[in-house]
Protein backbone atom coordinates (compact mmCIF):
# COMPACT_ATOMS: atom_id res chain seq x y z
CA UNK A 1 0.00 0.00 0.00
CA UNK A 2 2.55 2.37 1.09
CA UNK A 3 4.55 1.95 -2.55
CA UNK A 4 1.54 2.69 -4.47
CA UNK A 5 1.23 6.13 -2.43
CA UNK A 6 4.89 6.57 -3.33
CA UNK A 7 4.17 5.82 -6.81
CA UNK A 8 1.35 8.39 -7.00
CA UNK A 9 3.02 10.87 -5.60
CA UNK A 10 6.36 10.63 -7.88
CA UNK A 11 3.88 10.54 -11.14
CA UNK A 12 2.03 13.86 -9.41
CA UNK A 13 5.46 15.14 -8.97
CA UNK A 14 6.59 15.12 -12.36
CA UNK A 15 3.02 16.08 -13.63
CA UNK A 16 3.18 18.99 -11.87
CA UNK A 17 6.70 19.72 -12.75
CA UNK A 18 5.54 19.83 -16.46
CA UNK A 19 2.54 21.91 -16.41
CA UNK A 20 5.22 24.23 -14.52
CA UNK A 21 7.60 24.06 -16.98
CA UNK A 22 5.04 24.81 -19.63
CA UNK A 23 3.81 27.50 -18.04
CA UNK A 24 6.87 29.41 -18.04
CA UNK A 25 7.31 29.11 -14.32
CA UNK A 26 11.09 29.10 -14.85
CA UNK A 27 10.95 32.49 -16.42
CA UNK A 28 8.83 34.07 -13.75
CA UNK A 29 11.76 32.62 -11.21
CA UNK A 30 14.74 34.00 -13.34
CA UNK A 31 12.69 37.44 -13.89
CA UNK A 32 12.20 37.32 -9.64
CA UNK A 33 15.66 36.84 -9.21
CA UNK A 34 16.61 39.87 -11.43
CA UNK A 35 14.16 42.12 -9.96
CA UNK A 36 15.45 41.03 -6.08
CA UNK A 37 18.85 41.42 -7.45
CA UNK A 38 18.29 45.06 -8.35
CA UNK A 39 16.43 45.48 -5.64
CA UNK A 40 19.48 44.56 -3.66
CA UNK A 41 21.94 46.96 -6.00
CA UNK A 42 19.29 49.73 -5.43
CA UNK A 43 19.57 49.45 -1.57
CA UNK A 44 23.40 49.33 -1.28
CA UNK A 45 23.33 52.25 -3.06
CA UNK A 46 21.18 53.82 -0.27
CA UNK A 47 23.05 52.62 2.12
CA UNK A 48 26.25 53.56 0.81
CA UNK A 49 24.57 56.76 0.68
CA UNK A 50 23.04 57.41 3.95
CA UNK A 51 26.83 56.41 5.12
CA UNK A 52 28.02 58.73 3.28
CA UNK A 53 25.81 61.34 4.50
CA UNK A 54 26.45 60.37 7.76
CA UNK A 55 30.15 60.66 7.84
CA UNK A 56 29.53 63.80 6.45
CA UNK A 57 27.14 65.12 8.89
CA UNK A 58 29.38 63.81 12.08
CA UNK A 59 32.11 65.41 10.36
CA UNK A 60 30.15 69.15 10.40
CA UNK A 61 29.15 68.55 14.06
CA UNK A 62 32.48 67.91 15.10
CA UNK A 63 34.06 70.83 13.26
CA UNK A 64 30.95 73.03 14.68
CA UNK A 65 31.53 71.65 18.26
CA UNK A 66 35.72 72.47 18.09
CA UNK A 67 34.52 75.97 16.77
CA UNK A 68 32.41 76.53 19.97
CA UNK A 69 35.18 74.50 22.32
CA UNK A 70 37.21 77.54 20.98
CA UNK A 71 35.30 80.09 21.60
CA UNK A 72 34.25 79.22 24.55
CA UNK A 73 38.43 78.78 25.70
CA UNK A 74 38.53 82.58 23.89
CA UNK A 75 35.26 84.09 26.40
CA UNK A 76 36.83 82.28 29.30
CA UNK A 77 40.45 83.82 28.62
CA UNK A 78 38.92 87.13 28.58
CA UNK A 79 36.73 87.07 31.26
CA UNK A 80 39.44 85.79 33.78
CA UNK A 81 41.71 88.78 33.74
CA UNK A 82 38.34 91.12 33.93
CA UNK A 83 37.17 89.12 36.62
CA UNK A 84 40.49 89.83 38.63
CA UNK A 85 40.41 92.85 37.96
CA UNK A 86 36.64 93.43 39.20
CA UNK A 87 37.82 91.74 42.48
CA UNK A 88 41.08 93.75 42.22
CA UNK A 89 38.82 97.32 42.18
CA UNK A 90 35.96 96.41 44.84
CA UNK A 91 38.58 94.86 46.96
CA UNK A 92 39.35 98.76 48.42
CA UNK A 93 35.80 100.09 48.45
CA UNK A 94 35.89 96.68 50.93
CA UNK A 95 38.45 98.44 52.91
Known amino acids: MEVVTLCISIVSLII ?19 RIIEM ?8 KAARSLTV ?3 ESVTAVQKQ ?3 LLLA ?6 PTRSEQ ?3 DL ?3 A
Request: no cysteine; charged share 30%.
Open 40 to 47: IRDLQSVS
Open 92 to 94: PEL
Open 68 to 70: AQE
Open 75 to 80: IRAKAI
Open 16 to 34: ASIAYYRTGGEREIRALEH
Open 87 to 89: LDS
Open 56 to 58: NHV
